[in-house]
Each structure stands twice: as C-alpha cells, then as structure tokens.
C-alpha cells in the first residue's frame, strides 16, 4: 500500500511530536510513525523545563499540562555527610514563568501532543508503524517503509522525511550518517523506590567511593538512578538483585529501609550512554533531529529540552519550504546552522562534567564535588543562577513561531 504525505515524522518521541503538531498547525500535511502501541515505557526523559514549559504555554497547552500529575524540581543540592548541603543549581534564581523542572511520565506529555495534533486536519499519528527502510529514488529520500503489527508493509511517500527515531537511529544509517563519538565514563542503572515524607524535595546527587547516585523525587515515588563505570550491566546483573540493595543501601544510607521494594534485577533499566554528534545532520529528503542528530548524557537531564527545541527550529524554518515544495538540501542545511551552537555548548558542558567530577568518582579519586564549586556556591550563592539557567533554559531557547501559537486550551 503506498500512501502520501509532505512531511513523514519517524518517531513519536518529544522531538517528532512537537515537529508533527508545529508543521500541521502550519497548514502542513505531516505524518508521524511512532512504532509501539502506545507511549508507555518507562525511565524515558521524564524532564520538562522551564524553556519547554514557555513553549507549551505559547501552543496554548499549558493549562493542560500543569493539569497533569507532576512533581517540580527548583533546586539541584548536593548533601554532605555532616548534614549540611549545597545547593549548585537554583531555578527559583530564573526569571521565567515556571521556575522550575517539572518531572512528568513522558507517556502524559505525549499523550497530550497527539491529543493537540488529533485537532489539526493535517496531523496524522501511527502508532504501531515500525520503519524498516527508506524509500530512494535518484538520490534522494523520498519517503519510508514501515510495517504494523498485522505484518502488513507500506510506503510513504513524502516531499520531507524526519528521522526523530533516537540515538539509535534506523533512518539515520540507513543514509550512512555516522555520528562523531565522545568518550563517556559512565553508564546508568533507573529503578524506582517508595517516596517517605521526610525525603528531601530536591534533586539530591550522592556521591561515594567509585558510584553516583541521583535522588529524584517524584509524585508518589523516588526516580533513582544508580551511575558506575561504563560497560559494567552484565557484571551488575550477574550479582543479583540482593547485591544491589545492599549497594544502593551503603550508597544513600536513607534509603536502606526501602531497597527490598526492588523485587528483581527486572525492575533495573540499563542506559547505555552515549555522547555523540553528527558533522552533517541532513542528506536530500531527510532531516535528522534530537538524539538522531545529537545524543545527550542524562547529566542535567538535558536531551528531551535540546530535542524539542530542534523541533522547534526545524518546523519554523521549514513550514513555508513545505508548504511550497521546496526543501532544498540548502534550507535543510539552515537546522543545523540555528541549533548547532546550543547543541555543542551543552554537549561541551558535559564532557566537562564527565572528566572533572564523574570520572575522577569512577576511578575512586573523589567523593565530594570539586572543593572551587563547592566554596563558590557557598560565598556566592547568586552563582548557583548559572546552572540553574544551563539546564532549565539553555542556550538559545526557541520560541514558537506565530502559526502555532493558540490561546490557552483548558480542556
């Protein structure tokens, strides 16, 4: 069955999302291919921030979302052992509308975007659509293959293909883009825990000899994610489950009485980090965005904000080529231009991070954050502004073009 669109979205994450609400409300016919069934998997970026919630307010979303069920994050502390803290990121320092990160199940954010596209004639979501391969003619990317769950295969044809299908991209290799890899020390272990009333409000990192773990209170329940040295989850897993309770126990003491809430080693998700960059983010007829351009460390939580500016980007740039037929190589190149110096400055930000304070936690260097930060943080604690605004707003933060905008929808 071949089918016909201008634009073909592959991916339903936050970045394909935003990009098929924006294009559509632009007048531009856009079809997302979103894989599974539904949006529910869980330990998916779960940040949204400020420079996002902004976003959300402008398409006349946010009274829908802040409806949703949510925890708010406005501070960053980093917890010593003779009680006291320091606090190295404070959003309430932002001068913005939501001084905060709102910690929300990706699945409800999501759930609302489609909700918001289903109101668009334009906007077409499928679920269960798995992409399998590109379709290429006289060199160029015309569209893409994809099959449901039934085993029925289709083809898409389309003027504009996104790839916004993640770090691992299919349509990304399937052009032979290859992205630039950094070294990265460490990888990540997401499980949850019950949340007790005198559990600290604050995102709380912990650090101790050789492992990191993070602290993120949630509605109902604490997000904890356990970081150690990169390549280590077979080693991990080979352990066993009591292991790692008593690992996570002697890590953050207050959580001993809650560690045999983790039933299996099931319940402990892998994340292999990854910190990569592509030099040319598009070919003729494809465009690659969010993690398929730019693959983020979870440090600060920052890949679902960097992603969904992208979008933001992508569909300001391109609505009015769309709407004409005229996506040029040259006008796909524009993306990249706009969004590059953002994507290297954080990326840069957390290289830095990775060899000054994980690395040197990994090879049992250190236990506290650097004693500069610590003692700057403390004599001035205005200084905790700046990466407050690094991770809440970023670098260039993009502002929804004046066709998606919409007053504010409160049900």
């Known amino acids: 069955m071949i089918e016909r669109t201008t634009c073909a979205v592959v991916g339903g994450g936050p970045a394909g999302m935003v990009l098929g609400l924006l294009l559509a409300r632009a007048g531009v016919e856009v079809t997302v291919l979103e894989k599974h069934g539904d949006f529910l998997r869980d330990f998916r970026g779960d940040t949204v921030h400020p420079s996002t919630q902004r976003l959300l307010d402008e398409l006349g979303l946010g009274a829908r979302f802040a409806a949703l069920p949510q925890s708010r994050l406005d501070e960053i502390a980093f917890p010593f052992p003779d009680g006291s803290r320091v606090v190295v990121g404070d959003l309430r320092r932002l001068r913005v509308a939501h001084p905060y990160i709102a910690m929300v199940p990706q699945w409800d954010l999501l759930n609302l975007l489609a909700e918001a596209g289903a109101d668009e004639p334009t906007f077409t979501l499928r679920m269960n659509a798995e992409v399998t391969e590109l379709v290429r003619e006289d060199g160029r990317v015309r569209g893409a293959r994809y099959r449901t769950t039934d085993g029925e295969r ?29 070294p990265v020390p460490i990888d990540t272990w997401w499980f949850r825990l019950p949340r ?8 709380t990192p912990v650090m101790t000899d050789r492992r990191f773990v993070l602290v993120i209170p949630r509605e109902g329940f604490l997000q904890v994610a356990y970081l150690a040295a990169k390549g280590g989850d ?5 352990r066993g489950v009591e292991w790692f309770r008593r690992e996570i126990a002697e890590c953050v003491p207050w959580l001993a009485d809650r560690v045999d809430a983790l039933a299996s080693m099931d319940e402990v998700k892998h994340l292999d980090v990854r910190l990569n960059r592509l030099d040319r983010w598009h070919v003729d007829g494809l465009l690659c965005i969010g993690d398929a351009a730019h693959a983020m460390s979870p440090i600060g939580g920052v890949g679902i904000n960097l992603a969904v500016q992208d979008a933001v980007a992508a569909a300001t740039l391109l609505a009015e080529p769309l709407r004409r037929g005229q996506v040029t190589p040259e006008v796909l190149a524009k993306v990249r231009r706009r969004r590059l ?13 990775h060899r000054v304070v994980m690395k040197p936690i990994i090879d049992g260097r250190r236990r506290t954050p650097p004693k500069p930060v610590v003692a700057l943080m403390r004599t001035i604690p205005a200084a905790s502004f700046v990466p407050a605004y690094l991770v809440g707003v970023g670098p260039r933060p993009e502002h929804a073009p004046g066709f998606a905008r919409r007053a504010a929808v409160t049900s």
Do not use: C, M, N, Y
């Open 154 to 182: 289709h083809e898409l044809r389309a003027d504009l293909t996104v790839a916004a299908d993640g770090r691992w991209s299919i349509a990304r290799e399937q052009v032979g883009l290859r992205p630039k890899e950094f």
């Open 196 to 203: 007790g009333p005198e559990d600290p409000p604050a995102l």
């Open 234 to 238: 077979a080693r991990i897993r080979a």
């Open 341 to 353: 110096l953002p994507t290297v400055a954080v990326q840069t930000l957390q290289r830095i991070l």
